[in-house]
């Protein structure tokens, strides 16, 4: 098994509060993650309709029939348990007592918000980065094979067919798990939606656009795109801006958590056809700003990332990295050859931002003076 690099702050949030809350997307390993941090907590999995029915019926007997600790797994299928938990936490005042897993943010954030504030840490665990596979001495895939094949652990423990995967997780997980929350007549439309929308990775959003495209409404499409945020199917990245509010209301990119899933999408069966497909550029953008992600939140660290645009157009950077005080520019390009023409982006943002600092370039080739940074190693500046 791959050693998570989450792993580290798990512990510490447990040593803090009486609940460890881990969410994350699907298969991207929080099951594996709590068995193996809290090897004596006795095991419960929601997911099995005799044992939600179990917790619905009696839910104090529930956690009390058995060990003192618990691991309690997909607990947004039974929101409501959180109260008692919390009750519970609250006798016994211990740390680490119940360890919390779930897939469906808005579910699972709502009913914690409510149950239990104060009570317990929020671990967010992403599919398995570069880091954790280079330090688990597995031999990684050249640019285009990871894309392809993606990042999640089933991937690298079974070694599944990555379409086979990905197929079986597109109609299993995210169709299964959308209609759950959001009560979807027509998923046809819906599977065109997800295409579309694998189309467009790394641009910005035009929603009106995308709702002519698939024939629904605009609200039905963000709708739908606030669910598959919250599901951890997809990652918004906003626009930076000096006032706050309007990087809110600006339009947004949208990567995918997974670019196996973005392939998958967008009809590539084969690592080769990447080569020459011609949203090679945007796939990797989407992986490079995915890896950024996944290290902040492996430490702990909320991501606080953004994307610039300047009115015209005429200056872009792909992503920003906001420290408190800095910003650290990041242009992101496919190429395995490093070009001067790379930063003219960071180039054009260093003169309208003066706190702006390490501004670098990430590309698909070996580092070049300090200036450009091989994706392969990008922990180097995720913080």
Wanted: charged fraction near 25%; charge should be neutral.
């Amino acid at each position: 098994m791959i050693r998570r690099k989450i792993a580290d702050y798990v512990d510490k949030v447990a040593k803090s509060y009486p609940v460890v809350t881990i969410m994350g997307p699907r298969q991207s390993g929080k099951t594996t993650l709590a068995r193996a941090q809290f090897p004596s907590h006795e095991y419960r999995n929601l997911e099995a309709e005799d044992v939600l029915s179990v917790a619905r019926a009696d839910p104090r007997r529930f956690l009390m029939n058995g060990k003192a600790n618990m691991v309690i797994d997909e607990v947004q299928r039974f929101p409501s348990l959180l109260t008692y938990i919390q009750e519970m936490a609250d006798a016994n005042r211990g740390k680490g007592q119940f360890v919390l897993t779930g897939s469906h943010q808005p579910e699972l954030s709502e009913a914690v918000s409510e149950s239990l504030a104060g009570r317990t840490g929020i671990c967010t665990l992403m599919p398995l980065s570069i880091e954790e596979l280079r330090d688990a001495d597995v031999v990684l895939d050249d640019r285009d094979g990871l894309m392809w094949r993606g990042f999640l652990p089933r991937l690298y423990d079974d070694a599944i067919e990555p379409i086979m995967l990905y197929r079986d997780y597109f109609q299993t997980y995210v169709q299964r798990d959308v209609r759950r929350i959001v009560n979807i007549q027509d998923i046809d439309a819906f599977t065109v939606f997800m295409r579309l929308l694998a189309g467009r990775v790394g641009q910005l959003l035009n929603k009106d656009s995308l709702a002519r495209d698939v024939g629904i409404s605009a609200p039905t499409v963000m709708k739908w795109l606030s669910v598959l945020e919250a599901s951890f199917i997809i990652y918004r990245l906003r626009p930076y801006h000096s006032n706050f509010g309007k990087r809110q209301t600006k339009a947004s990119k949208i990567y995918f958590t997974e670019t196996g899933l973005v392939t998958y999408l967008l009809g590539i069966r084969e690592r080769e056809q990447l080569f020459a497909h011609p949203l090679v550029g945007n796939i990797f953008e989407n992986m490079v700003v995915m890896e950024a992600v996944k290290f902040r939140l492996n430490r702990g660290v909320e991501p606080d990332m953004w994307f610039y645009r300047n009115s015209s157009g005429t200056v872009e950077v792909d992503l920003l990295m906001e420290d408190g005080l800095h910003l650290h520019p990041r242009e992101i390009k496919s190429s395995s050859t490093y070009s001067e023409r790379m930063g003219r982006g960071l180039s054009g943002f260093l003169e309208v931002a003066a706190n702006a600092v390490d501004p670098q370039v990430v590309y698909a080739g070996k580092t070049f003076d300090g200036v450009a940074t091989n994706f392969a190693e990008v922990s180097r500046w995720c913080l």
